[in-house]
């Protein structure tokens, strides 16, 4: 059998490749061509634009794929979202659909929109948030360039970002967040309940979610004598308790355990200064709780 997977073409692409690598996937891309070749003789890739894949997922043309919460909510696409994936281009971290303005606009909130122009590539999701604030205003499709559309052409986008720093860079400010959204792996309804494609899908799941838990971790082991353990652990911030194994001799263990990257050139020093001996620090790929 075959998982048919739709992956996102376009910015979400290189940190979705680089995620499913880590997790154990590895595609290759042929220049021009929207067919990755898997490793995985399991799985059958397409890449297209993240805003069509909950669609086609959702019409049985895919069995599964990785999309944005908004993409999904935007196309009104019933289907099975297995597991959220907390990554972006650039970052691990969510997404926000926000309304911006130019800097000197006299707009300050979302009633300030009534009867104004808005341009956004997620017309729904825009429609949406509106009514929810009671607020009539024109809604239009943007093809692109969006952020260079006021205040000539509109006057206010909705429009995606993850810091700001684009906007603020071409002299907008931001109003008010539309919503927040994460990467979701999904699947066809009918997909989901086949037995071989289920495990399939939960099991892909299971592995990049694993990849996304050891980004910015790294694994330690040590070794220390018996006498200075409690010591060595008040140090270590451990994901639950280090694994601790005697040597060879009663007086000598080695412990390892996994931590934050960042604060390893904080704890290093610390720990030779307790007694440890032999540190050595391992890169990971997936942490599985």
Not at 95 to 120: C, F, M, Y
């Amino acid at each position: 059998m075959v998982l048919k997977i739709g992956l996102p073409k376009g910015s979400l692409q290189e940190a979705t490749l680089n995620l499913l690598s880590k997790a154990g996937f590895n595609f290759s891309i042929r220049e021009r061509s929207y067919f990755p070749a898997s490793d995985d003789e399991e799985m059958e890739a397409i890449l297209i634009r993240a805003q069509e894949i909950a669609a086609y997922i959702y019409d049985g043309v895919l069995d599964a794929g990785i999309t944005g919460k908004d993409w999904i909510m935007e196309n009104g696409a019933e289907v099975v979202e297995v597991a959220e994936l907390v990554y972006s281009k650039v970052s691990f971290r969510p997404v926000r659909w926000v309304v911006a303005v130019p800097e000197n606009s006299d707009i300050k909130s979302v009633q300030d929109l009534n009867g104004k122009r808005i341009a956004t590539e997620a017309v729904n999701l825009t429609k949406d948030y509106l009514k929810k604030h009671n607020v009539q205003a024109e809604v239009e499709f943007s093809w692109g360039a969006t952020e260079a559309k006021t205040p000539e052409l509109v006057d206010a986008i909705v429009e995606i970002t993850e810091s700001g720093s684009s906007l603020r860079a071409n002299k907008l400010r931001i109003v008010d967040t539309v919503m927040t959204s994460t990467v979701r792996l999904i699947a066809n309804q009918q997909s989901y309940k086949e037995p071989w494609k289920k495990e399939k899908i939960d099991s892909i799941a299971m592995l990049m979610q694993g990849a996304i838990h050891a980004s910015g971790k790294v694994g330690l082991k040590l070794n220390l004598k018996q006498r200075d353990i409690e010591k060595i652990r008040e140090i270590l911030p451990a994901m639950k308790r280090p694994t601790i194994s005697p040597l060879l001799g009663n007086e000598w263990v080695a412990l390892e355990t996994i931590v934050d990257e960042k604060i390893v050139r904080e704890i290093m020093p610390l720990l030779k200064k307790a007694g440890a001996e032999d540190i050595i620090e391992y890169p990971l790929n997936k942490v599985i709780y």
